[in-house]
């Protein structure tokens, strides 16, 4: 039999003496413990969510990686069929778009906008958009025809006090001077990535091709990959860069040839605030951990001084030191599992709330999205119980050397 543990486990179900000092510090030391996971399970969860979300965005108005002219400004590069074949072919890329971009001028009687018109065709994947279209429709670009048709983001058409059918002339400044189209709001989107939502608009690629006079049939601003795991972007990415190199050889007009960057380094402003939010994670677990280990070492102490008679009861009877502190140790234990308990429901029970309700509003404006979004990772919150239960136990091996200083003769007089 564990001596220790038996003991532990008859003081721990002790109901007997309801005004002892021990049963509410008990109860504090567990609401410590208990507040403190089920923060640090909503931070995780939180931060998990943010950067997921935010992630799968970007990615979604764009690509894994991004395809462009090597020189880095705006202009065309050379971007032909069997390139994109050549791409296709490559371990690990899922789907190659391409798009070409136009810069003009959106203009109604009352306002006018500059806005960068991206045209894409058959090709291109519309989920994203779709997913976050509010009015019309997000389909029917072509690369073989004009259809006129135009999808504006919900920034856009406020400013422009548009809407789905409305007319639109749009203008484009060239060294051949002003060109003019005239096209028909199909649908309008909102991602809250503002800086997206405020530059782009999407209409064929056939337009923006025309517009730009780019007579070669392989010309495009550029193209955007989708791999099949976000995982080994970077070793997609090199194999991208490397095809890349192939296809540069052949390439007759330097200006024209073409370099890949992977979504983070296209996108660095957001990549960056999202890495932020690790640094705010560890503090804040940090901080619950400490908070949840002075609880404990401050409960066990004062558990110790009410339980001197025992303590000296049990020496007296021939109980080692070790055996005494491995007691009160088992004893912690139970308090911090029933605490670890109740902050998961706590915890976890906040973050199915928050999933399915939408509890918390945020500023889109700010935080690109409406609500909070919260992501439950099962095996991250099972190592933080393991990191809690084993820190807190840890901290007091030291407190619990204070048995050592209570003398048996002495303590069977102390109250």
């Given amino acids: 039999m564990n001596l220790p543990l038996f003991i532990a486990r008859k003081i721990y179900t002790d109901k007997g003496d309801r005004h002892k000092v021990s049963r509410p510090v008990m109860h504090i030391a567990t609401a410590g413990v208990a507040i403190g996971l089920a923060v640090m399970i909503i931070t995780v969860s ?17 690509s894994h990686v991004l395809v462009d002219n090597l020189l880095g400004y705006s202009s065309a590069c050379n971007i032909s069929d069997s390139t994109v074949q050549a791409l296709t072919a490559l371990n690990g890329v899922e789907h190659v778009q391409r798009y070409a971009n136009v810069q003009g001028i959106l203009k109604t009687d009352s306002d006018f906008l500059g806005i960068v018109f991206k045209g894409i065709g058959e090709d291109y994947r519309m989920q994203f958009l779709k997913q976050h279209l509010i009015e019309g429709k997000a389909d029917g670009f072509s690369s073989k025809e004009s259809t006129n048709g135009l999808l504006i983001s919900k920034l856009t058409a406020d400013k422009l006090r548009l809407k789905t059918g409305d007319r639109v002339f749009a203008y484009f400044i060239s060294d051949d001077g002003v060109k003019a189209r005239r096209f028909t709001v199909t649908g309008i989107y909102q991602t809250n990535l503002t800086q997206y939502d405020q530059n782009f608009c999407f209409t064929d690629i056939y337009t923006t091709r025309r517009i730009n006079a780019w007579q070669d049939t392989d010309l495009y601003s550029g193209a955007e990959i989708t791999v099949k795991d976000f995982e080994q972007l970077n070793t997609t990415t090199i194999s991208i860069i490397q095809t890349l190199k192939d296809v540069n050889i052949n390439i007759t007009e330097p200006e024209q040839q073409l370099q890949a960057k992977p979504v983070q380094e296209a996108n660095p402003q957001i990549f960056n605030w999202l890495e932020l939010l690790d640094l705010n994670v560890w503090i804040i677990l940090v901080l619950m951990v400490c908070v949840a280990g002075f609880t404990m070492i401050s409960g066990l102490l004062i558990i110790i001084l009410e339980r001197t008679q025992m303590i000296g009861t049990l020496k007296a009877l021939g109980a080692r030191n070790t055996t005494v502190r491995r007691t009160f140790l088992w ?11 109740a902050g998961n429901i706590i ?37 933080i119980n393991v990191a809690t239960l084993l820190i807190s136990v840890f901290v007091l091996i030291a407190p619990s050397y204070l048995i050592s200083f209570i003398h048996p003769a002495r303590s069977m007089k102390y109250e």
Avoid at 331 to 341: C, E, H
């Fill in 331 to 341: 004893f912690a234990t139970f308090i911090i599992s029933q605490g670890l308990i």
């Fill in 46 to 62: 939180v931060v998990f969510g943010f950067k997921h979300t935010i992630r799968d965005k970007v990615i979604g108005f764009g």
């Fill in 347 to 383: 915890g976890i029970g906040i973050v199915v709330a928050q999933q399915h309700f939408g509890l918390i509003k945020l500023d889109p404006a700010t935080y690109y999205v409406h609500e909070a979004p919260m992501e439950l990772n099962i095996p991250v919150i099972i190592i």
